[in-house]
């Protein structure tokens, strides 16, 4: 008799037929369940990336995810930027343990605590706010050109294309004076793209603890790296819109409303600090005049000159704004009511000195400022009050004979 379906003992052909369907049904079971894990993680990290529109926000929240165990999980993360006007490869920001043994502590910390990413942000922006990283210092003070030559960062800039080294062989190979800088030995470099360009350069590795870097690895980098790159052009676009709208269209300083912005954050962070604020409020002479004789067109042609003078004069700290009409206001942290005056005198003798459009018409024959000097707290208690002082300053300059620096003295009576 003859039963369907009966597998006999001496007949293992069915029964390895089964055994080789369940095989294939567990291998397609975790590969689903390990893309559905990358689908989730990557989900996660971009939700991170569009928290903000912030570029420095986002390079952090980039990283973080790069290093995070609930991210990619390598120990440490560096992000390069390409500066198209030089032509190089300019280091942002690092992350990462500095040794073993600070490693050991945040590792653990996270897995004791199972953190998962926005956990291990705020952790890390805790741990980060205690004290510099000597890795993003490192990084920061490092400028790769962008040519043949260049290097591996370089190379996976100009090629467009991720490279991983992760054999010793491999690495005796290179001879790059970056590497050898970061302590790189085996590591993985992805480009950053948007809209089909290179943005910018990711190299990780596992500094700390020498996990072997796996086309795994290469292949997740890189998806991610494509999230990455839009995330920080849409900043960017983001960052040029607002600049715009914070700046004066004809000389590119801040606009006034922007200054009342700064000078209210200016002034809090100096009270809270104990660190003197000055102001430095500066009017053109006679300025009517010489739009009167020349026409507007070349009073622009001067304030644009001014504008770039002071630009050029102040310190990375310092913000020059355009006050209105030929008036302009420059915040100045953390400087003393002495310091102050000496820039606002180099800055009216470097004026007084340039050579503007047929300034002979003028009637000392060329173009002058009048500045006025207030500081906080010497001189006001608070944001309105210095912006008043620094006006009265400024003033008293003009009804003292023009072409000078005056500091604010409460004996001032405006002209009427």
Not at 135 to 157: H, Y
Not at 296 to 304: N, S
Not at 341 to 358: G, M, S
Request: proline fraction near 4%.
């Amino acid at each position: 008799m003859q039963l369907s379906g009966l597998i006999r003992p001496d007949d293992t052909s069915g029964l390895i037929k089964i055994m080789s369907e369940d095989k294939t049904n567990d291998v397609l079971k975790n590969e689903l369940e390990r893309t559905r894990a990358e689908l989730s993680m990557l989900y996660e990290i971009g939700t991170a990336m569009r928290s903000t529109l912030n570029l420095d926000e986002i390079l952090y929240i980039i990283l973080t995810a790069v290093t995070s165990h609930a991210g990619l999980g390598f120990n440490r993360a560096m992000l390069f930027m390409v500066n198209e006007k030089e032509d190089t490869l300019e280091g942002r920001i690092g992350i990462g343990p500095q040794s073993g043994e600070e490693a050991y502590h945040i590792w653990k910390k996270i897995e004791m605590e199972q953190m998962d990413l926005n956990d291990f942000i705020e952790a890390y922006k805790g741990f980060a706010a205690k004290r510099d990283s000597p890795l993003d210092n490192l990084v920061k003070n490092i400028k790769v050109p962008l040519r043949e030559g260049g290097g591996i960062l370089s190379l996976t800039a100009i090629e467009g294309m991720p490279f991983a080294v992760n054999t010793n062989e491999a690495r005796a190979k290179i001879n790059d004076l970056t590497l050898q800088l970061l302590h790189v030995d085996h590591f993985i470099a992805v480009p950053l793209k948007a809209r089909d360009k290179v943005i910018a350069v990711i190299l990780a590795d596992n500094f700390v603890t020498k996990k072997p870097i796996t086309r795994e690895d290469v292949r997740l980098l890189t998806m991610f790296a494509n999230h990455a790159g839009l995330a920080i052009e849409n900043s960017r676009l983001y960052e040029q819109t607002l600049l715009l709208s914070h700046t004066d269209y004809l000389t590119r300083l801040w606009n006034h409303g922007y200054f009342q912005y700064i000078i209210n954050e200016e002034v809090k962070k100096a009270a809270e600090s104990r660190q003197p604020l000055s102001l430095i409020m500066l009017d053109i002479d006679n300025f009517k005049n010489y739009n009167d004789k020349l026409g507007h067109q070349a009073g622009d042609t001067v304030l644009k000159e001014i504008g770039n003078i002071i630009r050029e004069s102040l310190r990375k700290s310092d913000w020059p704004c355009r006050y209105g009409g030929e008036e302009f206001i420059t915040i100045l942290p953390q400087t003393s009511k002495d310091e102050a005056y000496k820039f606002a005198e180099r800055l009216r003798v470097r004026i007084e000195l340039h050579p503007f459009p047929k300034e002979e018409v003028q009637p000392y024959k060329n173009i002058t400022v009048s500045l006025g000097v207030a500081t906080f707290p010497d001189d006001a208690t608070g944001k309105d009050d210095l912006i008043y002082k620094v006006d009265m300053a400024m003033l008293q300059a003009k009804n003292r004979g023009r072409n000078r620096s005056c500091f604010y003295s409460p004996e001032l009576i405006p002209s009427s």
